[in-house]
């Protein structure tokens, strides 16, 4: 494999899949957390994730929402990011992680979509089929659809709300209104239905859209400004911190990033 190394993203509404390929390494991240379901595949190659408590080297591993983890790599890896507040999220987090930061994920995952992936960087497979494999494989860790406790409904509605507007940001007091709360009441219920401040929520929403520009082929600032950052350096510095990486070590390492919006499974 390349030292340079090779990289592809598909990116739908409630998740994304990521292919790295390193022949001399990733490197090991610093600490960082992201606001989704991660679920670490190794296609090729292998990789570390460890919390402050433990550490995994496995086929697959899974790390909670907001779970601070770092990784180390080498070789082909794929990533699903999954939103914690979809249906397949929670039912994720329910079946595989139980509670826990990070596990070893023990399941099979379907032979067909897993080759799909380790062929993807060669193959030329067009975007939506590559988001095709991801959400199968999401529904297959996600398993038969069970009771799940999903947001309350007027949460739901203000992340759908902020998610169609992230270049000019929904303001809390905008957002109460249409949910029909005060500020205070919708601040205090969506944090107990999320896990994160509204604020937060938001940069999650922007720093998602920006990867996605970024992957399609936009410059730092355009990405940045297209998902409503101030500046590239802001947007790097949110990535950097969400990730554990610098956001130009998907550029760094790969001749082509590839990213589409793909429609919601």
């Known amino acids: 494999m390349s030292g340079r190394g090779r990289a592809r993203i598909a990116v739908w509404e409630g998740g994304s899949l990521w292919l790295l390929e390193t022949g001399q390494g990733f490197g090991e991240t610093g600490f960082h957390a992201h606001?989704?379901?991660?679920?670490?595949?190794?296609?090729?190659?292998?990789?570390?994730?460890?919390?402050?408590?433990?550490?995994?080297?496995a086929p697959v591993a899974a790390v909670a929402p907001d779970a601070p983890h770092r990784f180390e790599s080498d070789g082909l890896i794929g990533f699903?990011?999954?939103?914690?507040?979809?249906?397949?999220?929670?039912?994720?987090?329910?079946?595989?992680?139980g509670g826990r930061e990070i596990v070893a994920v023990e399941m099979?995952?379907?032979?067909?979509?897993?080759?799909?992936?380790?062929?993807?960087?060669?193959?030329?497979?067009?975007d939506?089929?590559?988001?095709d494999a991801g959400r199968a494989l999401i529904e297959a860790l996600a398993g038969e659809a069970g009771p799940v406790r999903l947001p309350d409904a007027r949460v739901r509605g203000v992340?759908?709300?902020?998610?169609?507007?992230?270049?000019?940001?929904?303001?809390?007091?905008?957002?109460?209104?249409?949910?029909?709360?005060?500020?205070?009441?919708?601040?205090?219920?969506?944090?107990?239905?999320?896990?994160?401040?509204?604020?937060?929520?938001?940069?999650?929403?922007?720093?998602?859209?920006?990867?996605?520009?970024?992957?399609?082929?936009a410059n730092l600032t355009e990405a940045a400004h297209e998902a409503g950052f101030a500046d590239s350096a802001h947007f790097s510095r949110t990535f950097r911190r969400t990730f554990g990486a610098p956001a130009t070590a998907l550029k760094r390492?790969?001749?082509?990033?590839?990213?589409r919006p793909a429609n919601r499974a």
Request: aromatic share 6%; net charge negative.
């Open 159 to 217: 992340i759908e709300a902020a998610a169609a507007r992230l270049d000019e940001p929904l303001r809390l007091p905008e957002a109460a209104a249409a949910a029909g709360l005060s500020p205070g009441r919708l601040r205090h219920l969506f944090a107990e239905e999320t896990g994160l401040p509204f604020k937060s929520y938001l940069l999650w929403l922007r720093l998602a859209k920006a990867v996605g520009a970024y992957g399609a082929g």
């Open 108 to 126: 099979p995952l379907p032979d067909n979509e897993l080759a799909q992936l380790r062929s993807a960087l060669d193959d030329g497979s067009g």
């Open 128 to 131: 939506a089929l590559l988001a």
């Open 35 to 57: 606001h989704a379901v991660q679920v670490t595949i190794a296609l090729g190659g292998r990789f570390t994730l460890a919390t402050e408590e433990e550490t995994v080297s």
């Open 80 to 97: 699903l990011f999954v939103e914690p507040e979809s249906r397949a999220g929670r039912q994720i987090a329910a079946r595989l992680l």
């Open 253 to 259: 390492t790969s001749p082509y990033v590839q990213s």
